[in-house]
């Protein structure tokens, strides 16, 4: 029985800065109140609560019942009260739990504080046994819907609602679900839905996947280790390996060994792709390419995209297109050591050419890198404020979340500091 399972969550629920407690019912939700400003309130049933009193009640009256049918979550961001969101119970899916009226204030929205706590009760619902967790929203809030999506959930219709909006007008909920054998994975910051399901990633089929696929499969076949291409699942979505193993960025800092071992695994992605010759009809989904391509690039190589453990592999694959081996490489080494404007640059130049080494760059790339770094991390910003605005989204966003900022400051670090990458990498120092 879904009661079961609501029993069988965990008394909290945390991740680093997020914390979950359950709500009951004799807490003082001023400060709850206080941040749920009027934006959030728009397709809410019965609309804005009239004070922090009207709010307690409805919150208290979710949670009423024996045995209870909702467990109610505070949302704590860095201690402090952002937001609440329910599991429900459902009388008529014993083997699911819903996840719904998520109220959280506008001052995180757009931040990944939502998806951060989804993705936290989604875990605990199948730790409690959960095989599926529904979700529904009203048709005409897009924001919700779109970030119900982005966890993986696939739409299952829509339903006319016995409630009847402030408006006057008749509720229509969309409903979707979201089978926990797929297990919702961090896609990035443009990669759209990415699930795990066994031993395989789905992901979106787009219009240059096969491209990109026929590429992959020239790398392996030339002793590059990239994930293996699966095929086609039954809901049009790529089927990808999944490699297990943790992101570079999200581990303990490189070690130099680490960093020479990154830079030979750039240049073997390189010399493997000066042998493909694509097809006249390859379609590609490329940013930033620049003039005179030479080759096929990942175009992303960083330590968003590397897997560690058994295996190194770089993976998300899907921006792969026309290049060269200065701007790719231009990236990576900038990405892997000079992406904190806050570090010492001594330190910095150090892992750089470590880095360079492991590439077995020549005279003339090292020449060129240290310029080419500050072009491609200023191409980068540009992007983004450009994307934001234009509109251009998922590149806006992120502008406005940090991005912008983040790549404004490596553009400057890495300008200002240009001649001390250009000693570290000097011809002459490498002799």
Request: proline share 6%.
């Amino acid at each position: 029985m879904s009661t079961d399972l609501l029993g069988a969550l965990p008394r909290t629920l945390s991740d680093t800065d997020i914390a979950l407690a359950p709500f009951i019912g004799n807490e003082d939700i001023s400060e709850l109140y206080a941040a749920l400003t009027a934006p959030v309130w728009e397709h809410a049933p019965g609309g804005a609560p009239a004070d922090a009193g009207d709010l307690r009640r409805r919150m208290i009256a979710r949670i009423a019942g024996d045995p209870p049918l909702c467990r109610t979550w505070l949302i704590r961001l860095k201690g402090a009260i952002v937001g609440t969101t329910s599991h429900f119970v459902l009388s008529d899916q014993p083997d699911a739990l819903e996840i719904g009226a998520t109220y959280m204030s506008p001052t995180v929205w757009g931040s990944g504080v939502n998806a951060r706590v989804k993705r936290l009760m989604i875990e605990a619902a199948r730790d409690a046994g959960a095989r599926r967790i529904v979700f529904q929203t009203d048709e005409r809030n897009h924001r919700s819907a779109r970030a119900i999506k982005k966890l993986g959930a696939l739409p299952r219709g829509s339903r006319i609602e016995k409630i009847i909006r402030p408006d006057g007008s008749v509720r229509t909920s969309l409903l979707f679900e979201l089978a926990l054998d797929e297990v919702p994975l961090s896609s990035g910051n443009a990669g759209g839905v990415v699930v795990r399901v066994g031993d395989t990633v789905r992901k979106s089929w787009t219009g240059s996947t096969e491209s990109v696929a026929d590429y992959v499969r020239h790398l392996r076949e030339s002793g590059v280790d990239a994930p293996r291409i699966v095929g086609r699942d039954a809901h049009a979505r790529q089927v990808i390996e999944y490699v297990d193993g943790v992101l570079a960025m999200g581990r303990e800092p490189l070690t130099h060994s680490e960093l020479h071992r990154v830079g030979e695994t750039v240049r073997a992605i390189h010399d493997a792709s000066a042998s493909y010759v694509p097809p006249p009809d390859a379609r590609w989904d490329t940013l930033l390419e620049p003039a005179n391509a030479e080759l096929i690039c990942h175009n992303d190589l960083a330590p968003w995209n590397l897997i560690t453990g058994d295996r190194w592999v770089f993976i998300d694959w899907d921006g792969a297109g026309p290049s060269t081996r200065l701007w790719d490489l231009a990236y990576a080494a900038q990405a892997f050591t000079l992406n904190d404007a806050g570090r010492d640059p001594d330190e910095a130049a150090r892992e750089l050419s470590v880095f360079i080494d492991g590439y077995r760059a020549d005279d003339a790339l090292r020449t060129a890198l240290p310029r080419t770094m500050h072009r491609r991390a200023a191409a980068m910003h540009d992007l983004l404020r450009e994307s934001h605005d234009t509109g251009r989204e998922p590149w806006a966003s992120m502008y406005s979340t940090g991005h912008g900022e983040h790549w404004r400051r490596v553009s400057h670090y890495v300008k200002q500091h240009e001649q001390v990458w250009a000693r570290a990498l000097s011809p002459s120092e490498h002799l």
